[in-house]
């Protein structure tokens, strides 16, 4: 099993910065896959940000520019950094992670990935 922490979430004025964390756990290394994925009220989730662990990354075409996904040294830590944060990025943010080495979607459909964390509410106020 996989566990997944997420930190670093809060409110913010638009224009803001934040940088959320993921602290991976458990079977960690297995993992080849991980991101952020993001839930506002009333709306479905929206992978926002994926990661290939010491590779590739991808990013919905709504935080393109703006979102920056890395992960740390030891791959146990996963970061989000959020700039020029607009009120429509308000939601609950949630860390994702998958051991599959082939995904059958998008690898920043990370709603579709197995784990998951309990979440981080981000508020960006106008």
């Known amino acids: 099993q996989v566990q997944l922490v997420e930190s670093g979430g809060g409110s913010v004025q638009g224009g803001g910065s934040l940088r959320l964390s993921c602290a991976a756990s458990?079977?960690?290394?297995?993992?080849?896959?991980w991101g952020w994925f993001r839930q506002a009220p009333g709306k479905e989730r929206e992978g926002v940000a994926a990661?290939?662990?010491?590779?590739?990354?991808d990013y919905a075409d709504s935080v393109k520019g703006r979102f920056t996904i890395s992960e740390d040294n030891l791959k146990t830590t996963l970061y989000l950094q959020m700039d020029n944060l607009k009120p429509e990025d308000t939601a609950m943010y949630y860390c994702a992670a998958d051991r599959r080495a082939l995904i059958p979607f998008a690898m920043r459909e990370t709603n579709r990935y197995n784990y998951r964390g309990q979440g981080t509410q981000v508020t960006v106020s106008s």
């Open positions: 458990g079977s960690a290394n297995s993992l080849v896959f």
């Open positions: 990661l290939r662990r010491g590779g590739s990354t």
